[in-house]
């Protein structure tokens, strides 16, 4: 216990090192009436004092008042922002515009309703144009391109040094056929083929995208020609001036379209690549550019590669998609710059890796735009996102999920609403109901990848990881956006996938639901200090809204098809 003279007291506090007053001292009754009877008695000196203690009177009561008027208007603007939140709820259900959600409580650590009140908003899949909308002004016809071919065009490779044995390399003075067939001016094969030896990467690209073993039967492999010189082109050539980048789709799913066809061209953005690779890029050229185009509309893979290359354009503001489908098969377009595909080029370091993720998903919530997701705090509860392809048991894991009271999980059954129509894995889906998960429990596989546009600091638990099974994309998006990974989970039950030389057969498995909950209960420690907000529902009370959760279990969802049309809302 300490001693009174170690307590420092009100007259120590009023003053400063140099001794003068820090808190202004308001004169008492007594005092005025012994200034008033001192001296000569002068009633000039005792009115000037009654004055001088009305005056302080009157800031003080200004400044008690304005206090209570912040007060007051406070506890009502967010009294006014939360009925704006469901105001807009209610309007997303009727409107085709997009809407902002509003995270004004889950930007506080408090809830200034007390525990009683659950805060539910729900998880809205967003709405867009189709991918044809999304095209239609930057799309521009090779026909509207007037520029005249040089006449002394020779073909050259430019080694890409930056990063040893990255192949994202630049041929200038190049020409393509519409089938994607290069046709190198002003060199012989030999000479080719040496050039290309050069760049290891570029090598192994050559052989499996551009010349492909001279073969020409995969819908991505056009071949390549070697021209003697430039007075063999035909007379009806185009030359597209600036910095064109050329795009071979995946023709399989969202992950490897990203991360082997598109991820060279992001990462080209970042430094040191952009220091060797030409910027700014003018002109995109997507393989096969119409018939994706119209794949998309039946083919909800092909849509979302399609909006993936479309987002790429956004780190390219002002470059536009070449239309090359009118041209006849032997007609030819010559660039004075091309950036050649890459689908070899996913081996960097974290310092372009990093950069070049988050650039990729701000560009994506730019153009929706939306802004930064973060992971909500109580009272709202935490939302998962569970994904159980193939997985026996999952009707059991979703109930057990939703009957967690501490803390409570919003949980939305992703297999569900795809059965249901719901859910059509379009990009503009996948960004809106990602950035809307505080924990994602997925299986091993390609949905992995949609953690990119999650709230940072959030949860991946993926389960049923095979031993040789590569989670170098997951892994690498966790570092990028800090996410509490954990992808050697032992809620998977069996040897659910199978190892067969490069494939993996995945088949039908069980989780364990006991070690399943452990792996969310170890969520409760904290990974990023005080940035991570997933333990707060851990020290949360909860007991106060229980029941309430227990009748609404099932999350509220507003769901847009994706072209537009088929409304449907469930609670």
């Known amino acids: 216990m300490k001693s009174a003279s170690s307590t420092p007291t009100l007259k120590s506090l009023e003053r400063?090192?140099?001794?003068?007053?820090?808190?202004?001292?308001?004169?008492?009754?007594?005092?005025?009436?012994?200034?008033?009877?001192?001296?000569?008695?002068?009633?000039?000196?005792?009115?000037?004092?009654?004055?001088?203690?009305?005056?302080?009177?009157?800031?003080?009561?200004?400044?008690?008042?304005?206090?209570?008027?912040?007060?007051?208007?406070?506890?009502?603007?967010?009294?006014?922002?939360?009925?704006?939140?469901?105001?807009?709820?209610?309007?997303?259900?009727s409107c085709s515009c997009q809407f902002e959600t509003d995270d004004s409580?889950?930007?506080?650590?408090?809830?200034?309703?007390?525990?009683?009140?659950?805060?539910?908003?729900?998880?809205?899949?967003?709405?867009?144009?189709?991918?044809?909308?999304?095209?239609?002004?930057?799309?521009?016809?090779?026909?509207?391109?007037?520029?005249?071919?040089?006449?002394?065009?020779?073909?050259?490779?430019?080694?890409?040094?930056?990063?040893?044995?990255?192949?994202?390399?630049?041929?200038?003075?190049?020409?393509?056929?519409?089938?994607?067939?290069?046709?190198?001016?002003?060199?012989?094969?030999?000479?080719?083929?040496?050039?290309?030896?050069?760049?290891?990467?570029l090598q192994k690209e050559w052989f499996s995208s551009y010349n492909c073993s001279t073969t020409t039967n995969s819908s991505n492999c056009g071949g390549f020609k070697a021209m003697a010189a430039a007075k063999n082109l035909p007379s009806n050539v185009t030359w597209v001036k600036g910095t064109t980048a050329h795009i071979l789709p995946?023709?399989?799913?969202?992950?490897?379209?990203?991360?082997?066809?598109?991820?060279?061209?992001?990462?080209?953005?970042?430094?040191?690549?952009?220091?060797?690779?030409?910027?700014?890029?003018?002109?995109?050229?997507?393989?096969?550019f119409g018939e994706e185009l119209e794949r998309g509309r039946k083919n909800m893979e092909s849509y979302t590669l399609m909006y993936q290359i479309r987002i790429l354009g956004r780190l390219s503001h002002n470059a536009d998609f070449l239309l090359v489908d009118e041209l006849n098969p032997e007609d030819l377009v010559c660039y004075?710059?091309?950036?050649?595909?890459?689908?070899?080029?996913?081996?960097?370091?974290?310092?372009i890796t990093t950069p070049a993720l988050l650039a990729y998903r701000k560009a994506a919530f730019n153009y929706f735009r939306m802004r930064e997701p973060k992971v909500v705090l109580p009272p709202r509860p935490l939302r998962v996102t569970f994904y159980g392809s193939r997985v026996g048991n999952s009707k059991e894991v979703v109930e057990h999920l939703r009957n967690w009271t501490s803390p409570p999980l919003d949980v939305l059954f992703m297999d569900e609403?795809?059965?249901?129509?719901?859910?059509?894995?379009?990009?503009?889906?996948?960004?809106?109901?990602?950035?809307?998960?505080?924990?994602?429990?997925?299986?091993?596989?390609?949905?992995?990848?949609?953690?990119?546009f999650m709230p940072k600091h959030a949860a991946v638990i993926e389960v049923n990881v095979p031993s040789c099974g590569s989670t170098e994309w997951i892994q690498t998006i966790a570092e990028a956006v800090e996410l509490k990974l954990s992808s050697k989970s032992k809620a998977g039950v069996g040897n659910t996938?199978?190892?067969?030389?490069?494939?993996?057969?995945?088949?039908?498995?069980?989780?364990?639901?006991?070690?399943?909950?452990?792996?969310?209960?170890?969520?409760?420690l904290p990974l990023f200090g005080n940035k991570d907000k997933i333990p707060h529902h851990w020290l949360h009370d909860w007991s106060d809204i229980i029941e309430e959760f227990r009748v609404q279990k099932e999350p509220q969802i507003h769901v847009r098809g994706p072209h537009g049309h088929n409304v449907q809302e469930t609670q």
Request: charged fraction near 20%; charge should be positive.
């Open 16 to 93: 400063n090192l140099s001794g003068k007053s820090l808190i202004p001292r308001i004169p008492s009754a007594k005092s005025f009436e012994k200034l008033g009877n001192a001296g000569s008695g002068s009633t000039t000196t005792n009115v000037r004092g009654r004055q001088m203690f009305a005056r302080r009177r009157i800031v003080t009561f200004g400044a008690v008042s304005l206090l209570l008027i912040f007060f007051i208007g406070e506890v009502s603007i967010q009294k006014m922002m939360v009925l704006h939140t469901w105001s807009v709820q209610t309007l997303q259900s």
């Open 105 to 201: 409580l889950a930007s506080s650590d408090e809830n200034p309703f007390g525990n009683h009140t659950l805060i539910r908003p729900p998880r809205i899949i967003l709405n867009y144009p189709t991918v044809h909308q999304a095209f239609e002004d930057r799309m521009r016809n090779i026909s509207s391109i007037t520029s005249l071919t040089p006449k002394d065009l020779k073909t050259s490779i430019v080694k890409n040094t930056n990063v040893f044995g990255f192949g994202l390399t630049t041929i200038r003075s190049v020409c393509m056929r519409p089938n994607g067939a290069i046709v190198m001016v002003g060199m012989t094969e030999d000479e080719i083929r040496r050039k290309v030896a050069e760049v290891p990467a």
């Open 250 to 288: 995946y023709l399989g799913n969202a992950n490897h379209n990203l991360f082997e066809r598109l991820w060279p061209h992001i990462a080209g953005h970042q430094y040191p690549l952009n220091e060797t690779t030409p910027h700014p890029i003018n002109h995109f050229l997507v393989h096969r």
């Open 336 to 351: 004075e710059r091309l950036i050649l595909a890459c689908a070899t080029c996913d081996k960097l370091g974290s310092n």
């Open 417 to 452: 609403l795809m059965e249901k129509g719901l859910y059509n894995q379009s990009l503009p889906e996948v960004v809106s109901l990602f950035s809307e998960t505080d924990i994602l429990i997925t299986t091993y596989g390609v949905k992995t990848w949609a953690a990119l």
């Open 497 to 524: 996938t199978e190892c067969k030389e490069v494939q993996l057969k995945t088949r039908d498995s069980n989780i364990n639901i006991h070690e399943l909950d452990r792996e969310i209960h170890q969520l409760a």
